[in-house]
């Protein structure tokens, strides 16, 4: 058995794979024993899990707790503990479930690599909205069950074509990773700000309009009095995310290019 530390870091940050790895693995896998029936019929990992991401995406992942999905199971924590170890090993089952939904039957993508990568991108974020609990949960060191390597072996298998190494492949999918949780995490936590504060991002920023016209007018921003007055995001539909991604996307056909042309 292999064993991990309580579940969470020193900045009250929840991590992945902080649990018993091999019981997570064995229920990602299921390979694992199967508990005998229980006082609670239809109990299963299935509907433990269901019912945390539920929790998770209603209240917060701090609202998550063994007896609080034992609560709305209609059953006792001790239960739960038949099924799942503990919270540790809950989470990684409810990270594999959110982040890597399963495809459709038949479901094989066409298109070209760069297709595969603006898809890839464009529903990770659209999950990470879904579930802002996502952003945290330190993923850094992610247990890998079948959901999570079809869902790599699908997008791998897309951009193969790109002509790149393998580490360079694999440093491809880590980059567009990162930079969907950093834009996901900005435009979750400006919908947090509006709600907790009631202001629109128009209202916040309208309201420092007439401190801003007076520091323009001292002529010590020269380049941002220029900028034209639907230059903000909370002052135009511009797609910040789409101009990004497609800006990075870019940077990839060059290298893809010049691959190319070395072979």
Same mark, same amino acid.
């Given at each position: ?21 091999? &019981?997570?693995?064995? #229920? /990602?896998?299921?390979?694992?024993? $199967? *508990?005998?029936? +229980? @006082? ?89 909205? &879904?579930?802002?609990? #996502? /952003?945290?949960?330190?993923?850094? $060191? *992610?247990?890998? +069950? @079948? ?117």
């Amino acid at each position: 058995m292999t064993s991990r530390p309580a579940n969470g870091t020193a900045n009250g940050t929840d991590s992945s794979g902080s649990g018993d790895i091999d &019981r997570t693995l064995e #229920l /990602l896998w299921d390979t694992g024993p $199967r *508990p005998s029936r +229980g @006082p609670k019929p239809g109990l299963s990992v299935d509907r433990i899990v269901d019912t945390a991401i539920h929790i998770a995406d209603a209240e917060g992942l701090d609202a998550v707790s063994m007896r609080r999905v034992a609560t709305e199971l209609g059953t006792g924590a001790m239960s739960l503990y038949r099924y799942v170890p503990g919270k540790a090993e809950l989470l990684d089952l409810m990270l594999d479930r959110v982040r890597f939904p399963e495809r459709p039957n038949g479901d094989t993508d066409t298109g070209s690599w760069r297709a595969a990568l603006e898809s890839a991108a464009r529903d990770a974020l659209a999950v990470h909205r &879904r579930h802002p609990w #996502l /952003l945290r949960v330190n993923q850094s $060191r *992610p247990l890998l +069950g @079948p959901r999570a390597l079809a869902t790599l072996e699908h997008l791998l298998g897309r951009i193969r074509p790109m002509g790149l190494t393998d580490p360079e492949l694999v440093s491809t999918v880590v980059m567009i990773d990162g930079y969907v949780v950093g834009a996901a995490r900005t435009q979750v936590h400006q919908e947090e700000a509006a709600r907790s504060t009631g202001l629109s991002d128009a209202e916040f920023y309208g309201a420092q309009v007439p401190a801003l016209e007076k520091a323009m007018a001292t002529g010590a921003y020269p380049t941002l009095a220029s900028l034209s007055p639907d230059t903000f995001a909370f002052t135009a539909g511009f797609d910040h995310f789409e101009f990004g991604l497609g800006r990075i996307l870019d940077g990839l056909e060059v290298l893809v290019q010049q691959r190319g042309e070395a072979g």
